[in-house]
């Protein structure tokens, strides 16, 4: 098949598959300028993960993000919408906008308070996970000394499956993941997470987590961020991170949280690493100007070039790039 026409199935291909990113990483401030959202649309993703909050930030600050980028989204419906079930996701797609729906990473989100995991749900937030990093409240960060899940954590995962949202264990220490897979009866997510036997990170995951996770019947989306990939952040690369998960745990437990950032000209950006240093220590590359990048949306339609180039069956392709996610969703959400 010469390259043309390669290119041209591919292309058709990628726009008929249902395409799913579990996780954003620009920073989530009211004053984002969410008209960036269209860099996920233009690449020919349907639904996207948004971040509201995450652990260095208050619950306030979480609640006010998520009433102006619900407020913003309203207001722009001829291109994005929230979303509650796969079936609004699949619509939007038909209608040619961008489904969304909003995650948190970490626990301080709650405030120590076990309800606010559903009032987070009622205004659209699908995913939480435990701790960011470092440890807290619910449980033990991957930059810490874990301490595994906690009792708050345990109530965490209670509301989580009753209200019908995805148990998140990216950004977690070992012990706190292991302690979620046991603990949950729902399937458990790694939204954006990379093997740490391709790349020695502590942020990335080890191959037994990788397999307890698979045995929850979850997820595991492979993380965009330069520094989680080796310092590699071309398409080749994703892609073998991908196959390697595959050849793991198979293709059914695989999918894309690229956690991408655009820029966030805002004043609570300034200087949050340098305020927060903890969080990214220096000795795992952070603060590294050469280790800084990320794979671009934009890169998914040649991701899935070299998938199927490689000889990966069409269906398997499929489910990595979102029908896994939308499968584990049919299940989960409510």
């Known amino acids: 098949m010469n390259d043309k026409i390669r290119n041209e199935s591919t292309k058709a291909f990628y726009d008929s598959a249902l395409v799913w990113d579990s996780h954003s990483g620009f920073m989530p401030d009211p004053g984002a ?3 960036n959202l269209d860099i996920w649309r233009r690449a020919g993703i349907d639904y996207l993960s948004i971040d509201v909050g995450f652990d260095v930030l208050t619950w306030q600050d979480a609640v006010r993000t998520i009433a102006a980028f619900r407020h913003w989204i309203g207001q722009n419906s001829d291109r994005f919408t929230m979303v509650s079930n796969v079936h609004q996701i699949r619509q939007a797609k038909r209608d040619g906008k961008l489904a969304i729906t909003f995650d948190i990473e970490g626990a301080n989100a709650l405030d120590g308070r076990i309800e606010m995991v559903e009032f987070y749900h009622q205004l659209g937030v699908k995913q939480i996970l435990f701790a960011y990093n470092r440890n807290n409240l619910a449980g033990g960060g991957c930059h810490d000394d874990d301490l595994g899940l906690q009792p708050f954590g345990r109530q965490m995962i209670d509301e989580m499956n009753r209200l019908g949202m ?33 790349c020695d990170h502590e942020r990335n995951i080890t191959d037994e987590q990788i397999k ?3 045995a929850t019947g979850g997820l595991i989306g492979v993380v965009g961020i330069k520094r989680f990939l080796g310092d590699d952040a071309s398409s080749e690369n994703v892609a073998n991170y991908i196959s390697y998960l595959v050849d793991l745990v ?15 000209d805002v004043p609570a950006a300034e200087g949050i690493f340098t305020k927060n240093p903890d969080y990214w220590p220096t000795a795992q590359g952070y603060g590294d100007p050469a280790r800084v990048g990320y794979v671009l949306p934009e890169q998914m339609p040649e991701i899935t070039e070299i998938l199927l180039r490689r000889g990966m069956p069409e269906w398997d392709v499929r489910c990595i790039l979102g029908e896994n996610f939308m499968r584990l969703a049919s299940e989960i959400w409510r």
């Open 33 to 35: 300028d969410l008209n």
């Open 166 to 198: 995805f148990v998140d264990v990216s950004h977690c220490g070992y012990r706190t993941s292991m302690d979620a897979f046991n603990y949950s009866n729902r399937p458990v997510i790694f939204s954006h997470a990379n093997p740490k036997a391709l």
């Open 212 to 214: 307890a996770c698979a």
């Open 250 to 264: 198979g293709a059914q437990h695989v999918g894309v949280g690229l956690d991408y950032a655009f820029h966030v």
